[in-house]
């Protein structure tokens, strides 16, 4: 029988249509044939916790191609997951609710339904100390996420989630990169007619191994995986405290905990080389912040500034991110206060804090390396021109003795890139972009930017090299549908430029072998026949200077 979506049906339950007990049918002829020899009263059903009709199946043998399940004729069905991992939700409450009575864990463990199927989640709670674990099967959107996520804290005192493959969005693992330092995921492994369970622990430098369930532990704090180290920090927990009747209203901290603790939380979030939200940052550095006024954020974030190093260090206030990537408007007010300058507009602002974020990514990332400088702003709040990042030319200083140290003349600008202000490497991407936005004679001054963005790409690393590959394809599609774009010679790529200088050694080795085989050939044209009599003596008798003259 094929399932609804193509595929065969390779799992299904035992016992009847509402049971829980999975199992995934063995696909070789003998291995199905011992199967049924352990297990002659076994039905197989597909089962409705599976999405399945609740009809019976039978289990059919093949020596020719792979065994599967079959429903009885004038079945219909309309169940779309059929493979082995179509029922991992039930595998994955058989290992919980062993690996609890294990462990003596009054639990329980119930499948969700999020809107695609009975496999879009599975929950595991226990019961006495209010945690909750929730095992992530299908792929949710970040606002749903972060909906689920409060409903469920304001239930429990802990609550962890474990992803499975492909279900956390980029936003969901950024957040809980900044608030844990590491994100937990899950696996299946196939033994026979099960699947096991597998997790661990990933950030966004290394992840931990893979290990059974048995090798995790459910501590105070929540699930526990070997190898992770948290970096909760552990608040008020409200619906914990409301059972025992002993709720407390924690006490504000002092300013001077407040900037210590949200200037850990700017450099742990520049060390992971994630932009959190404000929402972010007070689930990590303490959950009184999220209730202050902007001013008062202002001012704490100055006090930050002050805090974290001197002048020329990154401003960690630049990774504080809205919910569209760009920059908190407040920050403005941060740059400003610090006296960095007052950026004139919000594009402005958004590139100015992308090379602050990147310097603080340098500085305080793993490995470090050295940050690119600050970029300038002019006194009414624009981008300042910026000077070329390339080295002074060296000279080499020769002592003669008795004569004359003469200066080494300035190398001349080459004339394709008459036009073109020194830029830094890294700026020329951006150059290329306002070169297609500003009015004027924009195409003679993008090509010359072009030029100068090929000798920049010998000198880039990753990630800029490819930003700025991206940016001139970009530009020379935009070139090339100008009417007005200066002609020229036809761009080659270095593989093309280098065969043609193969091709073109080659032809001049061959010309040289033939010019000196030519020479050879009239050299020993030119030459005289040597005279085998020559040097001989004369024969006895015999004059050779008196020839004889015919009569």
């Given at each position: 029988?094929i399932?609804?979506?193509?595929?065969?049906?390779?799992?299904?339950?035992?016992g009847g249509p509402?049971s829980?007990r999975?199992?995934i049918l063995?696909?070789?002829a003998?291995?199905?044939t011992?199967?049924?020899?352990?297990?002659?009263a076994?039905?197989?059903?597909?089962?409705t916790?599976?999405?399945?009709?609740?009809?019976e199946?039978?289990?059919?043998l093949?020596r020719?191609k792979?065994c599967?399940?079959?429903?009885r004729?004038?079945?219909s069905?309309?169940?779309?997951?059929?493979?082995?991992?179509s029922?991992?939700h039930?595998?994955?409450k058989?290992?919980?609710a062993?690996w609890?009575?294990?462990n003596?864990?009054?639990a329980?463990?119930?499948?969700r339904?999020?809107g695609?199927?009975?496999?879009?989640?599975?929950?595991?709670?226990v019961g006495?100390?209010r945690?909750h674990?929730r095992f992530q099967?299908s792929?949710?959107?970040?606002?749903?996420?972060e909906?689920?996520r409060?409903?469920?804290?304001?239930?429990s005192?802990?609550?962890d989630w474990v992803?499975?493959?492909?279900?956390?969005q980029?936003e969901?693992?950024?957040e809980?990169?900044?608030?844990?330092?590491?994100?937990l995921?899950?696996?299946?492994?196939?033994?026979?007619?099960?699947?096991?369970i597998?997790?661990r622990?990933?950030?966004?430098?290394?992840s931990?191994?893979?290990?059974p369930?048995d090798a995790?532990?459910m501590?105070?704090e929540?699930?526990r995986?070997?190898?992770?180290?948290?970096r909760r920090?552990?608040g008020?927990?409200?619906?914990?405290d409301?059972?025992?009747?002993?709720?407390?209203?924690p006490?504000?901290?002092?300013r001077?905990e407040?900037v210590l603790?949200?200037?850990?939380?700017l450099?742990?979030?520049?060390r992971?080389?994630?932009?959190p939200?404000?929402?972010?940052?007070?689930?990590?550095a303490?959950?009184?912040?999220?209730g202050?006024?902007?001013?008062?954020?202002i001012?704490l974030?100055?006090?930050?500034?002050?805090?974290a190093?001197?002048?020329g260090?990154?401003?960690l206030?630049?990774?504080i991110?809205?919910?569209?990537?760009?920059p908190?408007?407040?920050?403005?007010d941060?740059?400003?206060a610090v006296?960095?300058g007052?950026?004139?507009?919000?594009?402005?602002?958004?590139?100015w804090?992308?090379?602050?974020?990147?310097?603080a990514?340098?500085?305080?990332?793993g490995?470090?390396?050295?940050p690119?400088p600050?970029l300038?702003?002019t006194?009414?709040g624009r981008?300042?021109?910026?000077?070329?990042a390339?080295?002074?030319?060296?000279?080499?200083?020769v002592?003669v003795?008795?004569g004359k140290v003469?200066?080494?003349a300035?190398r001349?600008?080459p004339?394709?890139?008459a036009?073109?202000?020194?830029?830094?490497?890294?700026?020329i991407?951006?150059?290329?972009?306002?070169?297609?936005?500003t009015?004027?004679?924009r195409t003679?001054?993008?090509?010359?930017?072009m030029?100068r963005a090929e000798?920049?790409?010998?000198?880039l690393?990753e990630?800029?090299y490819?930003?700025l590959?991206a940016e001139?394809?970009t530009?020379?599609?935009?070139?090339?549908?100008?009417p007005?774009?200066?002609?020229?010679?036809p761009r080659k790529?270095r593989r093309?430029?280098?065969?043609a200088q193969?091709q073109k050694?080659?032809?001049a080795k061959?010309?040289?072998r033939?010019?000196?085989?030519?020479?050879?050939?009239k050299?020993?044209?030119?030459?005289k026949?040597?005279n085998p009599?020559?040097?001989a003596r004369p024969?006895?008798?015999?004059?050779?200077r008196?020839?004889?003259?015919p009569?």
């Open positions: 029988m399932g609804s979506d193509g595929r065969l049906v390779q799992t299904a339950v035992i509402d829980g999975a199992i063995p696909t070789d003998d291995e199905l011992r199967w049924r020899r352990r297990h002659p076994y039905t197989y059903w597909c089962g916790q599976l999405g399945g009709c609740g009809n199946l039978s289990d059919r093949y020719d792979v599967h399940f079959a429903h004729p004038h079945t069905c309309h169940r779309t997951a059929t493979g082995a991992a029922a991992d039930l595998f994955i058989d290992d919980l062993a609890a009575g294990r003596k864990l009054k329980r463990t119930t499948s339904d999020l695609t199927g009975p496999a879009d989640a599975v929950d595991f709670r006495a100390a945690q674990v099967f792929r949710l959107a970040h606002t749903e996420w909906q689920a409060q409903r469920l804290s304001s239930e005192a802990t609550l992803f499975g493959p492909g279900t956390a980029p969901t693992m950024e809980l990169y900044d608030e844990y330092g590491y994100l995921r899950f696996r299946f492994e196939t033994h026979g007619a099960v699947r096991r597998r997790l622990a990933e950030d966004p430098r290394r931990t191994d893979w290990v369930l995790c532990a501590t105070p929540g699930l995986v070997p190898g992770a180290q948290t920090r552990p008020p927990r409200p619906a914990a409301a059972g025992t009747g002993r709720a407390e209203t006490g504000r901290r002092s001077e407040q603790a949200l200037k850990e939380a450099v742990s979030a520049a992971f080389r994630t932009r939200t404000w929402e972010a940052l007070s689930r990590t303490g959950s009184d912040l999220l202050l006024s902007v001013p008062d954020r001012g974030l100055v006090a930050v500034e002050r805090a190093g001197g002048e260090s990154p401003l206030s630049s990774l991110r809205a919910e569209e990537n760009d908190a408007p407040y920050v403005r941060v740059v400003a006296g960095c007052v950026p004139a507009t919000a594009a402005v602002l958004k590139r804090c992308q090379r602050e974020a990147d310097r990514f340098a500085v305080y990332g490995p470090s390396r050295t690119p600050r300038p702003l006194p009414d981008l300042a021109a910026q000077q070329s390339e080295p002074a030319e060296r000279h080499t200083i002592h003795k008795g003469q200066k080494s300035a001349p600008k004339a394709h890139l036009g073109v202000p020194l830029l830094r490497d890294t700026e991407r951006h150059a290329l972009r306002n070169a297609r936005q009015s004027g004679p003679r001054y993008a090509t010359a930017l030029a000798e920049a790409l010998t000198r690393p990630p800029q490819s930003e590959v001139m394809v530009t020379r599609r935009w070139l090339d549908s100008r007005d774009t200066p002609e020229g010679k790529s093309a430029a280098k065969a193969a050694t080659a032809a061959q010309s040289a033939a010019n000196k085989t030519q020479q050879g050939k050299t020993q044209q030119g030459k026949g040597k009599l020559q040097g024969l006895p008798g015999g004059d050779p008196r020839a004889k003259r009569r």
